[in-house]
């Protein structure tokens, strides 16, 4: 069985680009002008983010989870990049789903596709 490692104390919100463009197009038709938070709703771990996506597309690999050091970077990467949609809430604007949901529908519609079939 393949062996990963993921990093498992960096925290964010994985958004995908096809919602973002539609929360984008939502803000330009409401013409509102000002700074928004726009990304997916709820915040996971690279580790959690790894273990979704693997279980959505069906593939069996061994996840190990480890820490930043292991993998030093010339980027220093926050802990905790977790961002609220605060405002385009407020505004009845956000249209941003539960990173969850827009994983598992790119997965239905693009599993295929990425495992070359």
Known sequence: MPEIRVVSDQFGT??????LARQLARLV????????????EGGCSRYELAMFFLEQMGLNCR?????????PTPAVRP???VLENRRLKELGLNLMRPWQEDLAEFVAKFRAQLLGQ
């Open 79 to 81: 802990q905790n990049s």
């Open 29 to 40: 038709e409401a013409d509102v002008r000002g700074l928004f938070h726009a990304t997916a």
């Open 14 to 19: 994985p958004t995908w680009a096809h919602r």
């Open 63 to 71: 996840v190990i989870p480890c820490a930043s050091e292991e993998f």
